[in-house]
């Protein structure tokens, strides 16, 4: 089992940044993949970004290049998105994502059903 916890959302203006937080426990941390998935009403969740366990190869959907960074840091177990130049499309229920399992297939982490484990989401608001 992995619990998963979100924190750092929140209403943010146009153009500002959020810095969300994934703290995990449950699992030895530096073994899991992890992404990050968002939900905005009336959709589907949508991949945001995710980092390997082993070499932290990182994966970005196109519309948050260059303005969101996915990292982690294995000794806190917490994985993190620094949310940079927010748009009012990006407003969503953030979720934290883990896969304990190896990878498959290189873009595996791109997909919902790749992980296993969820965590209960942070809203992040963006106001135009």
């Known amino acids: 089992q992995v619990q998963l916890v979100e924190s750092g959302g929140g209403l943010v203006q146009a153009g500002g940044s959020l810095r969300l937080s994934c703290a995990a426990s449950?699992?030895?941390?530096?073994?899991?993949?992890m992404g990050w998935f968002r939900q905005a009403p009336g959709n589907e969740r949508e991949f945001v970004a995710a980092?390997?366990?082993?070499?932290?190869?990182?994966y970005y959907t196109d519309s948050v290049k260059g303005r969101f960074t996915i990292s982690r840091d294995n000794a806190k177990n917490t994985m993190y998105l620094l949310m940079n130049s927010l748009k009012p499309e990006d407003t969503a229920v953030y979720y934290c994502?883990?896969?304990?399992?190896?990878?498959?297939?290189?873009?595996?982490?791109?997909?919902?059903?790749?992980?296993?484990?969820w965590g209960q989401g942070t809203q992040v608001t963006v106001s135009s």
């Open positions: 994502a883990a896969r304990t399992s190896p990878l498959t297939y290189y873009r595996e982490p791109t997909y919902t059903t790749a992980y296993e484990y």
């Open positions: 980092v390997r366990s082993k070499d932290t190869s990182t």
């Open positions: 449950g699992r030895t941390f530096s073994r899991l993949t």
